[in-house]
């Protein structure tokens, strides 16, 4: 018997699906069951790398851990990475299958759908339960003759449906209620309840609404979850970044460049949790008045981005700013001198200049490479720990004359590896390299905060794993009884 599906579609994209499907994940493991997140397609430029070196999107990556489990590609077959002007890299099966324009990708889908059966039932046959994630809204009425990723998944399924909606953003009852009426009969028999997520204040307020809904849609609603603060998962999208609140600009100050198709942005989140450290996305140079540093972020499109510093006056800006520069991968790419494309493998291709502010030259290939890579950093500020990050990358970067690399990479995926990856400038000021997650590691990240004057004011409290925590605020607001009958397996 394959396992059973349960799926959780909202009413609009950002209404905190990713979130709730990690939350029932760490629920479900918690009770002893063997228990996998499945997106059929996601559309993201944060990416993360499985064991074998395929692409999936880093919300399923993070959905697996709350399962604790390594992810697969199985968990997001399809993985859709835009590049601006309508066109997007589609990963499918964790490696790059076309760049198409929107249009064409329209066309092409239909042949995606075995792809995402394929995967779907792989997962039926080797876990318990299968937490499934839609995307958007299942009524899109003029998108769903071409669904891949909602009711289409869950008829196929026959998976148990979860509605859920944001009431923060207003209009509760018309997202859930028109939301239902919209649905098509078959479809409308798997909704088992409706979720009504980040409620702010007491639930306590919000009867008579549970009741208005359960009447008119004539199915339960499972729990009024509250909202979470500070939950800190890493972002799902660029989408995020426009909804953040500026931080308030106190301590030692990093600006991140939102670059076009900014990709990993949640590269940087272990740099804002530590105390005294403020993360400020900036569009425009004079943002980085007050910066200790400021990062050049990944971008899915190089040289779109190498256009766009130069319009917005970043480079006179850059050559100007006195403190630290770091670029990470399509960022890196970025500091060098030159940057070529000539086969087109991102948007139309050609060639430019770099920023000019590192000795290097990058030549975009048509493979990608994509590795789990284990390194050691070339810097002595960087502290002596082997550094663990992954590669998302189609250009390959040489460095000119003596510069000097940052990092020696020691091993990608199971292959022991020796080469240099990344420079830095001889006074070290100016680095880049291709290794995503950098920050993630202690003696790295606390090495460059300490060279850029940051003294931690006291060590950072041991923090509880924020999946945990978010997990137990779902469960109090579902209620075992729900969680019961929802973590059923057999019938
Ligand atoms: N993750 C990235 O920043 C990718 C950089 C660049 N777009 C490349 O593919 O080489």
Known sequence: MPAP?????????????????????RLAARRGLRVAPFKAQNMSNNAAVTADGGEIARSTAVQAAAAGIAPTVAMNPILIKPEGQRRSQIVVEGKPWQTLAAADF?????????VITRNLDALRAEYDLVIAEGAGSPVELNLKAGDLVNMRVAVYAQARTLLVGDIDRGGIFAQLLGTLMLLEPAERRLIEGLIVNRFRGDPALFVDGVRI????????V???????????????????????????AHGLVIAVIRLPAIANFDDFDPLAREPGVTVRYIDYPSQLAGAAAVILPGTKHTLAARRWLRERGFDAALRQFTGAIAGICGGYQLLGERISDPLAVE?????DD??????????????????????????????????????????????????QPLLRIVRRGATPAADDDGCQSVDGRVWGCYLHGLFANDEFRRGWLRQLGWQPAFDPLPQTDPLDRLADQVAAALGSPVLDRLFTISP
């Open 354 to 403: 770099g920023l000019g502010l590192l000795p290097v030259e990058t030549v975009f290939a048509p493979d990608k490479q994509t590795t789990q890579t284990v390194a050691k950093a070339q810097a002595a500020w960087a502290g002596a720990a082997e550094l663990h990050g992954y590669e998302i990358h189609m250009g390959r970067s040489r460095r000119l004359g003596e510069a």
């Open 222 to 248: 499972l729990g009024v979850v509250p909202w979470i603060e500070d939950l800190d998962l890493p972002a799902e999208d660029a989408v995020a970044l426009d909804q953040a609140r500026p931080a308030p």
């Open 106 to 114: 329209w066309q092409r889908k239909a042949l995606l759908w075995p």
């Open 347 to 351: 948007g139309a291709g050609g060639e």
């Open 5 to 25: 599906v349960l799926m959780v579609v909202g009413t609009a994209s950002s209404v905190g699906k990713s979130t709730l499907v990690a939350a029932l994940c």
């Open 213 to 220: 809904l359960e009447e008119r849609g004539g199915v339960p």
